[in-house]
């Protein structure tokens, strides 16, 4: 007596060779994507605090790094008489970055002059980074200056 024909036993060697070719497109996709697709870093270039684990505030950082940091964030220099800085930065995932700081009456009017303003006249568009746009708030009664940066 003739055994019946099995399509499973036919299509075996074809449904093992699609599976490991399945297999095979994923872990392709997955170097491709490991090595082509550029990663958004809003670490700014501040030497010694890079990487992707960043928590960071003005303790500890000297004058000059602390102004490369508000140059970093903001879309408008920094004047050199910055006062009384207080600074955020954290990074992990997404990053947060908030500074403060007072500038004089001359710097500030010069500073603020430089900015692109909003709706909000103590609202300012901050520094574009990556497809992230951060905010300037100022207070021209105490001339004092927050930036704000926060990225997914």
């Given at each position: 007596m003739a055994r019946p024909h099995s399509a499973v036993r036919t299509?075996?060697?074809?449904?093992?060779?699609?599976?490991?070719?399945?297999?095979?497109?994923?872990?392709?996709?997955?170097?491709?994507?490991?090595?082509?697709?550029?990663?958004?870093?809003?670490?700014?270039?501040?030497?010694?605090?890079?990487?992707?684990?960043?928590?960071?505030?003005?303790?500890?950082?000297?004058?000059?790094?602390q102004m490369r940091y508000l140059n970093a964030f903001s879309p408008a220099p920094v004047p050199g008489s910055a006062a009384d800085v207080r600074l955020r930065h954290q990074q992990f995932q997404d990053s947060f970055f908030e500074a403060t700081f007072t500038l004089p009456p001359a710097d500030f009017a010069a500073y603020v002059r430089g900015l692109q303003p909003t709706a909000d006249p103590a609202v300012f568009v901050g520094k574009e980074i990556g497809p992230y746009t951060g905010s300037v708030t100022v207070d021209a009664a105490t001339g004092r200056v927050t930036l704000r940066h926060v990225s997914a």
């Open positions: 299509y075996r060697p074809l449904i093992v060779a699609l599976v490991l070719v399945g297999v095979a497109l994923l872990f392709a996709a997955v170097v491709v994507t490991a090595l082509f697709v550029p990663r958004i870093r809003l670490t700014p270039p501040i030497g010694g605090h890079g990487g992707d684990d960043v928590n960071i505030t003005e303790r500890g950082l000297s004058r000059d790094e």
